[in-house]
């Protein structure tokens, strides 16, 4: 919460100092925004003047003649006033748009290119919110909040100098009030602030929860936790409803004390300026543009009031979209993978998230060119650990990694990546056809797109989903079975022809007809490249694996094909008993369920 409540200050020099070179495309436009200004304020400023004329000149003489040009000239002030606003408004607004359109780009570059560690701790709402509301806030810091403000200081000042030339006690009555309204209105402001910042956390936090709570949905429903979760919606929901009614209460009073200092001031004119109008020291044509200057002075000085508010939340969502901006991002650049067949070796490997929790200890092990090695051992042994090191996610603390005899510390990330087929334990796709996923850049043949599909044996799969391009994926490919997706990753892996495969428990909650599919596609590609297969089903393992290498504690502690590792009264072997117990008692109570249905 700590960062959507940070405060914002009205004007930070540091924010502004990198907010306005985002403006130096649109310069142009953002200058004739400016400069239009003292025009409207001009036309605004000239309105009740001509009205007071038209009164003392036309009408209260009775003179028909003079009101025509009056009027025209009243009428041709008006339309120009609606030209000007419409112009600058609509320029100022698309200088808003074109710097959101830009924040929004830079941002979302700059947030494929972070580390993927930073994810780790990155609540998905939260970055959704620093992409699109708090982008929205920064597009009104110019059109709502600099420009406006301007117009409105502009405007005030120039009826105020209006109003002194025409009658300064009457304007000095005007302002008497003016002090008041101004502290009462600070006074208000206050509350108002800290409500708008606990509002905008209140939000995020909100956000944050549906959004997580909608990626768990079937956990939810799975553990029966509805009710508990609508609870949990609930009791960020009323502290929101609180906050936003108390919010509610100080806008209220806002706007209508500025209503009721208005009035008075209305009154007092009227009173005032009414009774000189009677003993003849002041025009009746007079008397109307004050009030109607007076009406028009408090316009301003109100949208001015609600501008703190607009200034200070935009500046707050600028400092949180620099901070994403400065967030440092994962270094680009480097050596290409050497060419080879993938020979690939970890040299005296540790690693650890944080520190003194060692994952990865002194880990060795080399892979020749095309063997297919399976890592087994217990969970959080470090296995999937090892798969994020070998694709440069995280970088080793000792030890290195070496593809074809290069280190990988010192490659560019993305050609390292295009040299390992990584299929994920819970494979992500992209809504949209099965050709959008595998080759979202639309590069491959259709004979190549043909082939991986064969080699991973998700042919049969794409004819039912409708082909190539049928937009048959709904989000997170949720529509498809775990294997399924598991197919189509591996098809997505195989496309660039990588040197080295990693498989991480591509089959751990497969089962029948599913885990037998997705046995034979392995075996099938593994027996073509140097293949990494992390593996939870000894089964797999046994049956696919030129070696097998157990891991526990982040060390390698037995290696070796399967029938030598079952010779040894190791941890492997124990595991490999514990499967083959734990296979038999599903089979005998598979069995029996069918036995029952049957005497059913
Ligand atoms: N992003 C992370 N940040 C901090 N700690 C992590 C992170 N990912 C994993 N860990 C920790 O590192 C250890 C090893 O995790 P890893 O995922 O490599 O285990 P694993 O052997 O693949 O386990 P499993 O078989 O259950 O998938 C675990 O103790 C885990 O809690």
């Known amino acids: 919460m700590a960062d959507d409540e940070m405060r914002g200050r009205l004007l930070d020099g540091r924010l502004l100092a990198r907010f306005v070179p985002l ?24 309105q009740p003047l001509l009205l007071g004329l038209a009164i003392d000149r036309s009408i209260v003489p009775g003179d028909l003649a003079a009101l025509p040009p009056l ?52 609540p998905s709402g939260r970055v959704v919110t620093r992409l699109t509301s708090d982008i929205e806030q920064v597009g009104e810091l110019f059109g709502s909040g600099i420009v406006s403000a301007c117009g409105d200081l502009m405007t005030l000042g120039m009826i105020l100098a209006v109003m002194l030339r025409l009658h300064g006690p009457l304007t000095l009555l005007t302002f008497a009030l003016v002090p008041l309204l101004v502290l009462a209105l600070l006074l208000i402001r206050r509350p108002m602030r800290q409500l708008m910042r606990r509002l905008r956390a209140q939000t995020a936090s909100l956000g944050a929860f549906v959004a997580e709570r909608v990626n768990g949905m079937a ?32 806008e209220t009073l806002f706007y209508a004390s500025v209503h009721l200092f208005g009035s008075l001031t209305l009154a007092a004119i009227v009173y005032f300026g009414g009774g000189q109008v009677v003993q003849e020291q002041l025009s009746f044509g007079l008397l109307v543009a004050f009030i109607e200057y007076a009406r028009r002075f408090f316009q301003p000085l109100t949208e001015l009031a609600s501008k703190f508010s607009v200034l200070q939340t935009s500046n707050a969502a600028l400092e949180r979209i620099f901070a994403l901006l400065d967030e440092p991002l994962e270094p680009v650049g480097g050596t290409m993978p050497p060419a080879g067949a993938g020979v690939l070796g970890f040299e005296a490997l540790s690693f650890s998230y944080q520190p003194q929790t060692p994952v990865l200890r002194q880990f060795d092990l080399q892979l020749a060119a095309g063997e297919c090695v399976a890592l087994v051992g217990d969970t959080g042994s470090g296995k999937s650990t090892l798969a994020q090191l070998l694709l440069g996610f995280y970088a080793p603390d000792e030890g290195r990694i070496l593809l074809n005899g290069g280190d990988i510390a010192a490659m560019d990330k993305t050609a390292l990546r295009r040299q390992i087929g990584y299929v994920a334990q819970e494979p992500f796709l992209f809504c949209g056809s099965v050709r959008q996923n595998l080759d979202p ?25 409708g082909g190539l391009d049928a937009p048959a994926i709904g989000p997170r490919g949720r529509n498809l079975s775990s294997g399924e997706r598991q197919l189509l990753a591996l098809a997505r892996a195989l496309l660039p022809q990588p040197q080295v495969l990693v498989l991480d428990e591509a089959t751990s909650h497969l089962d029948g007809d599913s885990e037998a599919l997705i046995y034979r596609a392995l075996a099938r590609v593994a027996r073509r490249r140097t293949t990494l297969m992390i593996v939870h089903h000894l089964r797999l393992a046994a049956q696919v694996a030129d070696r097998i290498v157990v891991l526990h504690q982040g060390r390698l502690v037995e290696q070796g094909s399967h029938a030598e590792l079952l010779a040894l009264p190791g941890r492997y072997a124990r595991l490999w008993h514990l499967q083959q117990l734990q296979q038999q008692a599903q089979e005998t109570r598979s069995a029996g369920r069918v036995t029952g249905e049957e005497t059913l």
């Open 23 to 46: 403006l130096r495309p649109y310069r142009r436009l953002a200058l004739l925004g400016f400069a239009l200004l003292p025009l409207i304020s001009l036309t605004r400023a000239g």
């Open 71 to 122: 009027a025209l000239l009243l009428l041709l002030l008006v339309v120009l006033e609606g030209a000007l606003v419409f112009g600058q408004n609509y320029g100022v607004q698309l200088v808003g748009q074109r710097v959101m359109a830009d924040l929004r780009r830079v941002s979302f570059a700059r947030l494929q290119r972070l580390p993927p560690r930073w994810f780790d701790w990155q």
């Open 219 to 250: 956990e939810v429903q799975i553990f029966g936790q509805q009710q508990r979760s609508a609870a949990e919606f609930e009791a960020l929901q009323q502290p929101y409803l609180t906050t936003a009614l108390a919010w509610v209460r100080w």
């Open 441 to 465: 850049a639309g590069a491959a043949s259709a004979e190549r797109l043909a082939q991986v599909l064969a080699e991973a044996g998700a042919e049969a799969l794409v004819t039912r989903l």
